[in-house]
């Protein structure tokens, strides 16, 4: 048996020290340097996934700040609740995720300013809002606010806000990957030299132990490869994703708004052709935008039905068709110098809030890979979204263009009123010219009726003969008589002819002043300054006309007997402070004292209408600030007689004696001079004196010219519907009524020549030119 020198068995101990410790610590290091590049490569994965999450959450916040506005914009133009559900759903996130934004960029105090700025910013920008739709729900003033550009700014600072954060974050991104690839190069490549030096060595002292090394190495080397596949892949659907949204930012129609989409989608994915529907409301689907079709291609298939075709199928399964190796005849791709048939095509449905609003179609002249699939899938939603947000702005712009369309109705309508008072005119003047006769009538009648008295003894001999004029004259009145019930009845009809008028004439008239408003305010600012100048013109026009059909109606309605009185117990407290609350600041915009005496005597409640004795209380104070120059206007609460007596003084003009009764009656004043210089119908005080007498009470005037005047209003201390008047005669029922003839005897009335009959009256004309004729 043999045995080994020691030199042989030293040898072959270096040798397995060698073959042993040498791998050993070889992989020992290759280990913890694959540890140490896999471990730097996840951190820089962490931190650009970090800086695609807080892009993300910032574009997400911008397009809450986007809704925020959208809805406020939407329910100021049309006053329409429904407008504000972008915006009541996008207000409470905001500020939450700010604070996640905070949270991510916490390491960056650059990006925390920007935030804060953002905050302050926003939170400045959303009292504003709160302030300008709480305007529009009471009706106050919210244009002027809104038309200063105060809220623009601050939007347009949050977007530029927004738009630094975001491109900063992008550069951190670009420069954290630029450093990782850059350091993964080194780092390989200086283990390529350790490890061809250590494969060197291997090699020299046994090639099994380099291969088992070498394979191993292949195998990272594979894993990271394919790990540096992922990241590419997932940084460019984010990319994408980021293009698009920059693409669709700012387009306000569908048209613009697909080919921009299209244009992204042929231009990232390598498209040669495309084509975008949108879903009707009807289901069907209709094409608004194209990309590189022929003539041929776009004449063809518009609009598709609900499952017609491919595209219709994937809109109502909601899924993705992929298609390859498509018919030659499937579609077709030119270009100025030739031709080509499209080898795949991708279908996909595009869906806002889980609801499918279209689809996308894609041709491609080569083969379709895995990650087309992959983006249009992710892309659907924010294509979905954009669409819906497109037609939620043309929505808007429809509403626009029909109250355009309603103003102009409104000028028709205003032409066909003015036509109609001009006929109404006419008709006054022949019901005017028919009383005068009558009265002519009744005057000879009386006359008669007198001397027939004187003779009544000397015709009893002639009573066979005079039978026949007696028979005649009593035909003759009741004539008469039937002429005047038709003239009483004639003013009735006109009464209710001008409360319903007054009704149907509000309706569209309080729709067309709400309209005028908005277009005097152009709040989109597409309006020139002729075209608000025309807009406010109609606005004070229609304002001057509401007024005057609300008082055609309280004065139509008192005389037609339809005013309803609502008795309850009224606190003279709440009175004076509500007409305090009315009428303090008009006192103050004029310079006016206004002052409120209340007597220690006047009882703290009395039994009245509330709403006709404020009625006639504000009219009458209204009256004494429009007459007021300078001094003041005093309202005089006491208990006079045991009535309750409401006084309204002012330092005013004054009026004259013989001008005092005449300022009650309906459509006149004073002189022609305060219609001209203080403007009014003329029927405030002759409603207010109708309303007193209804409530059971008076109304009276004393004045002095240059020194004002008083008007006193006294009540019933407790109302009573058996003891109130009857309904009073209004100076335009006065002008219609027949005077009732005064009976004599049959033996008189013979001996009476029988008098003309007087002109014919139609039931309508009557009371509608009688209407007007008080008006002028």
Avoid: C
Avoid at 323 to 329: G, K, S, T, V
Avoid at 391 to 419: C, G, I
Avoid at 602 to 612: C, H, L, N, V
Avoid at 745 to 770: D, F, H, I, M, N
């Amino acid at each position: 048996m043999n045995r080994e020198s020691p030199l042989d068995q030293k040898h072959f101990s270096q040798i397995l020290k060698r073959n042993l410790s040498l791998p050993l610590s070889i992989g020992v290091f290759s280990a913890i340097f694959f540890i140490a590049i896999i471990y730097y490569l996840l951190k820089v994965t962490q931190w650009v996934e970090h800086t695609d999450r807080v892009i993300s959450e910032a574009n997400a916040n911008f397009r809450l700040v986007v809704d925020l506005e959208t809805g406020m914009r939407g329910y100021l133009l049309s006053g329409n609740d429904s407008f504000l559900q972008p915006y009541e759903r996008a207000l409470p996130n905001v500020e939450p995720q700010l604070d996640e934004l905070k949270n991510l960029v916490s390491d960056s105090a650059v990006q925390i300013r920007r935030l804060e700025r953002i905050e302050a910013v926003h939170r400045e920008w959303r009292q504003y809002a709160s302030q300008v739709i709480e305007a529009r729900r009471s009706g106050g003033d919210f244009q002027t606010p809104l038309s200063d550009g105060q809220g623009k700014s601050r939007i347009d600072s949050i977007r530029r806000d927004y738009t630094d954060f975001i491109a900063y974050e992008e550069q951190m991104r670009a420069e954290r990957t630029a450093t990782a690839s850059r350091m993964t190069v080194v780092f390989v490549a200086a283990f390529l030299i350790v490890s061809l030096l250590l494969s060197g060595i291997m090699a020299f002292f046994g090639r099994r132990e380099l291969m088992r090394l070498s394979a191993t190495y292949t195998r990272l080397l594979d894993q990271q490869a394919e790990h540096t596949d992922n990241l590419e892949r997932q940084s460019w659907f984010r990319s994408g994703q980021n293009q698009l949204s920059e693409a669709v930012i700012g387009q306000a129609t569908l048209a613009p708004l697909g080919q921009s989409i299209l244009q992204f989608l042929a231009r990232y994915l390598g498209a040669a052709a495309g084509a975008l529907y949108v879903r009707l409301d009807d289901g069907s689907l209709e094409r608004v935008a194209d990309y590189a079709l022929d003539d041929e291609g776009r004449r063809r298939r518009q609009r598709l039905s609900p499952g017609e075709g491919l595209a219709g199928q994937a809109v109502l399964d909601g899924r993705l068709v992929a298609l390859d190796q498509l018919p030659l005849d499937y579609l077709k791709v030119n270009s100025a110098l030739g031709e080509r048939q499209a080898s795949a095509a991708l279908i996909v449905p595009i869906e806002n809030d889980g609801r499918v609003n279209g689809v996308v179609e894609l041709g491609f002249l080569r083969a379709l890979r895995p990650q087309d699939e992959e983006l249009l899938t992710l892309i659907a939603d924010s294509i979905g979204s954009s669409v819906e947000a497109a037609r939620y702005r043309q929505r808007l712009q429809q509403v626009l263009a029909e109250t355009q369309q309603l103003n102009e109705e409104l000028q028709v309508q205003q032409e066909e009123l003015r036509t109609a008072n001009e006929e109404l005119e006419e008709q006054s003047q022949a019901l005017k010219e028919s009383q005068v006769h009558l009265e002519q009538q009744q005057a000879e009648l009386e006359q008669t009726n007198e001397q027939l008295s004187e003779q009544a003894q000397e015709l009893l001999q002639q009573r066979d003969v005079l039978d026949d004029r007696n028979n005649r004259l009593n035909e003759a009145q009741q004539l008469l008589e039937d002429r005047a019930r038709e003239l009483e009845r004639a003013s009735q009809y006109k009464s209710e002819f001008l409360a319903n008028m007054s009704h149907e004439l509000r309706t569209p008239l309080n729709s067309s002043l709400i309209l005028s408003k908005l277009l005097a305010d152009n709040p989109v600012g597409n309006l020139s300054a002729e075209q608000v100048r025309y807009a406010e013109s109609i606005y004070s026009a229609g304002n001057d006309l509401l007024t005057l059909i609300n008082d055609i109606l309280d004065i139509s309605k008192v005389e037609a007997g339809m005013l309803e009185i609502r008795p309850e117990q009224m606190s003279v407290r709440r009175l004076v402070e509500a007409l305090k609350t009315a009428f303090e600041p008009v006192a103050q915009n004029k310079g006016v004292a206004f002052v409120v005496e209340l007597d220690a005597r006047m009882p703290p409640t009395f039994f009245s209408d509330r709403q006709r004795v404020e009625q006639i209380l504000k009219n009458l104070l209204s009256n004494a600030f429009k007459f007021t120059e300078h001094g003041q206007v005093t309202l005089r609460l006491s208990l006079e007689d045991g009535q309750p007596s409401f006084a309204v003084s002012d330092t005013g003009i004054g009026i004259a004696a013989e001008q005092q009764e005449l300022i009650f009656e309906a459509f006149r004043q004073a002189d022609g001079a305060i219609t001209r210089r203080y403007g009014g119908t003329g029927l405030g005080l002759s409603i207010s004196r109708d309303l007193a007498l209804l409530l059971g009470g008076a109304l009276s005037v004393t004045s002095q010219p240059g020194e004002g005047s008083t008007f006193t209003l006294r009540l019933p201390l407790e109302y009573q519907e058996a003891a109130a008047p009857g309904l009073p005669v209004t100076p335009m029922m006065a002008q219609t009524a027949m005077p009732t003839a005064t009976p004599v005897s049959l033996a008189t009335l013979a001996a009476t020549p029988r008098p003309p009959a007087p002109p014919p009256l139609t039931e309508a004309a009557a009371p509608v030119g009688s209407a007007v004729g008080a008006a002028r």
